[in-house]
């Protein structure tokens, strides 16, 4: 499959996976009370935190390995990590039950082991080059869970329904992704003996890419797990639903605007050229980003009760406060790509340490002074800045970056 075709068939998946989910959303807030979603969205959300380092981020590396048997090998790897991690989730879910009384955390393990291993399978999937598959495991994971969740709901399964239906999706996902089978079949990986030595050859994974990766998720751990503990689950679900709604434009744009952006900044030899292409996406993103912050701004209250009915007005007003913030992270999120292509990672890394700080502390400020709705004011303020100083600092790198080329 060519690249372009295998680009627009992922767009494809992703749009439909997105869709469905955005389409069936008003009906899943109606069948779900805030309580309930903010006790799915807080297991839900550990459960991906520990998802994104299920394998230790050794399965990335699955794309480096030319011969059949390495990526065999590195596979195998992949499932004794992935079974560790699974295990570790067994006891965390148990301490998490009998510590809090939440016994929705009996399917923490469960989560974990569905997300990873669609995670993992994934790049297997993408490293034979079945982009069909993928974007037919898209589509299942997202689309699938929030059918799903609507059937469940309709059997007044409360939380559970929620979790069950999310998790559902991802284990149906990983089969899709599952062929082809490894070198020696799926039961030979548990008997391959060389994969201490794909540990070290790739040892960089774990030890560099992890930390980020977790530290990362871990925001959107810490921010529910502060507002369960502050305001209660129904505050912490208004939020989630507020984020899940507010952040889908930026996740199907972005994705589309990077895929795009970054062969061409790979491609530029110019300085002046490489720093105008940016401009320009900079300005179109912000563009589309400031009508829709005034339209949250003037109308995100009615919208919201309009859409998901009166108990989620709470989610409504916190959509007004968040305005601010969901239009710089939509015109950030594709130029994410941006410090890859002109090798400023290091400082990227910096940043984005510094942008979890300012976050976390903008909430739990806005907190104390205003609970939720307060909550979102102090995110949109403090991020105002940091994302103007990512705008400001990326642009003035272009030059130096090129000059060393």
């Known amino acids: 499959m060519s690249l372009t075709r295998a680009t627009f068939t992922l767009l494809a998946g992703s749009a439909l996976a997105q869709t469905l989910p955005l389409l069936l959303g008003p009906w899943i807030a109606r069948l779900y009370t805030p309580d309930e979603y903010g006790q799915f969205s807080l297991v839900w959300t550990v459960a991906s935190n520990l998802a994104v380092v299920g394998c230790a981020r050794y399965e990335f590396a699955l794309a480096l390995e030319t011969e059949e048997s390495g990526a065999a090998t590195l596979l195998s790897l992949c499932l004794r990590v992935w079974l560790a991690v699974v295990a570790a989730a067994v006891l965390m879910g148990a301490v998490w039950m ?210 998901f009915g009166p108990e989620w007005a709470a989610a409504g007003e916190l959509a007004r406060s968040l305005a601010p913030y969901v239009a710089f992270h939509f015109i950030a999120s594709p130029l994410s790509v941006v410090p890859l292509a002109w090798g400023c990672q290091a400082w990227a890394l910096k940043l984005a340490a510094v942008g979890q700080f300012v976050f976390l502390a903008g909430l739990g400020v806005g907190l104390a002074l205003g609970g939720l709705v307060g909550a979102g004011w102090g995110v949109s303020a403090v991020t105002s800045c940091y994302f103007g100083y990512f705008f400001w600092g990326l642009l003035q790198r272009a030059p130096v970056i090129e000059e060393k080329r």
């Open 98 to 307: 009998l510590w809090a009384n939440l016994a929705l955390a009996a399917w923490l393990p469960l989560a974990v082991a569905a997300a990873s291993a669609s995670q993992a399978l994934g790049q297997w999937a993408a490293r034979a080059g079945r982009f069909g598959a993928l974007a037919w495991a898209r589509f299942v994971q997202w689309g699938g869970a929030a059918v799903a969740q609507v059937g469940l709901g309709l059997m007044q399964a409360g939380p559970w329904g929620l979790l069950a239906g999310a998790t559902l999706g991802a284990a149906a996902a990983a089969l899709i992704q599952a062929r082809p089978a490894p070198t020696g079949g799926w039961r030979g990986l548990l008997g391959e003996h060389a994969w201490r030595e794909s540990a070290r050859q790739h040892k960089d994974f774990p030890l560099l890419n992890t930390p980020h990766a977790f530290a990362g998720a871990l925001q959107d751990t810490l921010t529910l797990a502060l507002l369960t503990a502050w305001l209660g689950g129904a505050e912490a679900g208004a939020w989630a639903l507020a984020l899940r709604y507010l952040k889908a434009p930026a996740s199907l744009v972005g994705g589309a605007v990077s895929q795009v952006l970054y062969p061409q900044l790979t491609r530029s030899t110019c300085a002046g050229q490489s720093r105008t292409l940016v401009q320009r996406h900079l300005m179109l993103l912000a563009a589309l980003a400031l009508p829709l912050m005034a339209v949250l701004l003037a109308g995100g209250p009615w919208l919201f009760g309009l859409a």
